[in-house]
């Protein structure tokens, strides 16, 4: 897992989701507080402009002298005629004349004449600057002095007080966002710990934990109802499920009977052939029954019954059960591998997937040929090995299924489709995976796995 997928989970998961929302969020609000910031910064700085420019009039003013030339100030100053301070300075007489300073224009004068005595106004000036009017009367002469900024040298005093206040705020911005995002991040893991264990007990519900169920108590509670409904549906399920698993049990113990009423009354027929062919197909319809019940254990399979089980004894004293059948369909049997190799299951149920292998392998394997019992550690498990005809692929995996018969030229006599269904099923509830493939030289290799995962 990369480590985006494990700070924000999953591609469509729910906490990526939540935490893109709150990111999408927390974006759209720093982005609105930088406009509000740079409104108010602007704001603020016109208004600090505005109270300099007034500053700036009012120092001129007290230092004009009307007896003197120039009213006492000097015309070749800077601050009169140069363009590179902040401000630029300009003196009217009362009749319009400039004394210093060349800021001057009809258009110019027109509004400064309209200024009140003592009250500073704007003076709107071409292009981008401003202006600002401060009228006086000194010595009974009307005096106007204007300040002016230039467009270059303010822009560029703005711009550099603008970013100033951003590298002032950006660190405190930053240091919220990744609190926020450590919140969201802690929020959501926190939020979705009850999700994750209600995972875990949903993944301990199954054919040995039918009767288990979701807890809802420590869920938030937009999900109780789907948890309810969920539950439910396992009632519903585990209701089908021991219907179908009593009726497969019950049937096959209650033919019991009638199995020996038949095989009674086959003793009493005088035909030895006749008798003969009865008493094989009554010990195919026993065989059949007999295999429904251990499919019905193996389905309803108690962890109660499991403890540690060596797969090399079970072999052995299971492959003990098939040598005399085995010598007298003309094949033979072994056991090799492993000498120990420990597992926790049920050795009742094991003994009898591992006899359904065998026994399939007698069934078709080909005469004078021999069946191997291999014992593996690790992984452990059994391999049977037969030099049958192998089976076709799409088999493989469908031979599995409950019924499902494969059609092989060595077969001794037709099989039930059930065998293999109990190992599947003895496998299914031990963890364990069964397969087939091809045998070396020919034949086939049926796997019984124990996965290491619990």
Known sequence: MSLWAFLFGPQRSLKRGLLLNIMAALILCLLLAGLVLIKEFKEHLEENLRE???????????????????FGLNPDAL????????????????GGSPVVGAEASDRIWQQLAALELGKPRAVTLPGERVGLGLRAIIMEQDIFVLVSTYPKGNNE??????????????????????????AALLATRRSLA????????????????????LDADRLPAEFVPLVADVNKAFDRLEQGYKAQ??????????????????RSSIDRIEDAALKQTLSQDADQIDRIFSQL????????????GFGTVDLHTVAVETAKNYVQDALRAGRSLSVTGAEQA????????????????????????????????????????WRVLDRGPGVPDPLKT????RFNRGIQPHATESGSGIGLAIVKSVADCHNATVSIADRTGGGSVFSFIFNSDP
């Open 79 to 94: 601050r009169f005629r140069g363009i590179n301070g902040n401000f630029r300075y300009t003196v009217f007489t009362g």
């Open 52 to 70: 300099a420019m007034i500053e700036e009039a009012r120092e001129v003013i007290g230092q004009i002298d009307p007896t003197s030339a120039s």
């Open 245 to 262: 698993r009593d009726f497969s049990s019950n049937v096959a113990h209650e033919i019991r009977t009638p199995i020996a009423v038949l």
């Open 398 to 401: 469908a031979l599995f299924e």
């Open 342 to 381: 420990e597992v926790v299951g049920n050795a009742g149920l094991l003994a009898i997937a591992l006899g359904n292998l065998i026994a399939n392998a007698l069934h078709y394997t080909a005469v004078h040929s021999e069946v191997e019992i291999e014992i593996l550690s690790n992984p452990a498990g």
């Open 194 to 213: 009850p999700l994750r264990a209600l995972s875990e007990q949903a993944r301990e519900i199954g054919p040995l934990a039918a009767s288990r169920r």
């Open 293 to 304: 019940i251990d499919l019905a254990r193996a389905d309803s399979a108690p962890l109660t």
């Open 157 to 182: 005093t703005q711009f550099s007080k603008l970013l100033h206040e951003i590298e002032e705020e950006i660190w405190w911005g930053a240091l919220g966002v990744l609190m926020v995002i450590t």
